[in-house]
């Protein structure tokens, strides 16, 4: 069974820094990409990270490169996202999700096989 549980979003000053959680079930754990992908209202879903469960290796876009950071404790089971020197445009629901491949973190978004409930992430101009 495949769970994922976001947390940790909240309301930010532009510039500072938010670390958003992701708890994952032994079944998403045993998918090959898992990461984050946000939807903002009248924004196309996108896939903004994902870290492969394979070698670690990593997908950012572009738009968040640089900036904000995936990491996965498998012990604990959970992938984390650090989130540094936010902007308003960041503003969104992130969703922690899973996928057999980095394409749809990349690609296609909607194309993602699970994702979570989301947690809101606002940034104050």
């Known amino acids: 069974q495949v769970q994922l549980v976001e947390s940790g979003g909240g309301l930010v000053q532009s510039g500072g820094s938010l670390r958003l959680s992701c708890a994952a079930s032994?079944?998403?754990?045993?998918?090959?990409?898992i990461g984050w992908f946000r939807e903002a209202p009248g924004k196309e879903r996108e896939g903004i990270s994902c870290i492969s469960s394979a070698d670690g290796s990593t997908f950012y876009a572009d738009s968040v490169k640089g900036r904000f950071t995936i990491s996965r404790d498998n012990a604990k089971k959970m992938i984390y996202l650090e989130m540094n020197s936010l902007k308003p445009e960041d503003t969104a629901v992130y969703y922690c999700?899973?996928?057999?491949?980095?394409?749809?973190?990349?690609?296609?978004?909607?194309?993602?096989?699970?994702w979570g409930q989301g947690t809101q992430v606002t940034v104050s101009s």
């Open positions: 032994d079944g998403a754990l045993e998918y090959y990409a």
């Open positions: 999700a899973v996928s057999q491949a980095f394409g749809p973190f990349a690609r296609s978004p909607h194309q993602l096989d699970y």
